[in-house]
């Protein structure tokens, strides 16, 4: 959410929609979609919540309010930034320079190396 309109906007949360990572789940599994869904009362929702875009997480009055929305700008943005994906944090440490991948410390798991690390503690 941006932060343009000064640090009490952070505190406002009653436009604040699902974020990217969470729709891109909902568009692999049904069930995380369900789960949402099922937090919201039926009757506080528009038109009963039957018109549900997944991709922007928003309830439309009508049918026909949904596909012009469908056919909108705002609709095929959200497109494209799902298509790019939601940011890791590995992409924020890159950025950051935290972070140089030469591609051989990946396989391992954090566990890995810390049980790597108590063997040689016992050697030592
Ligand atoms: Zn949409």
């Excluded at 991709?55 to 009508?62: H, L, V």
Aim: charged share 35%.
């Amino acid at each position: 959410m941006p932060a343009i309109r000064g640090s009490q906007s952070k505190k406002k949360t009653r436009r604040h929609t699902r974020d990217i990572d969470e729709i891109s789940e909902d568009l692999k599994s049904p069930r995380h979609l369900t789960r949402y869904q099922s937090t919201k009362h039926p009757e506080d929702l528009p038109a009963l919540g039957a018109h549900y875009c997944t991709e922007c997480a928003k309830w439309f009055e009508s049918e026909f309010n949904m596909i012009s929305h469908k056919k909108g700008k705002g609709h095929k943005r959200q497109l494209k930034q799902i298509k790019q994906g939601a940011h890791t944090q590995r992409e924020a440490e890159e950025a950051a320079g935290l972070r140089v991948d030469n591609g051989i410390r990946e396989k391992k798991s954090v566990d890995e190396e810390m049980v790597v690390d108590e063997q040689v503690g016992e050697t030592t």
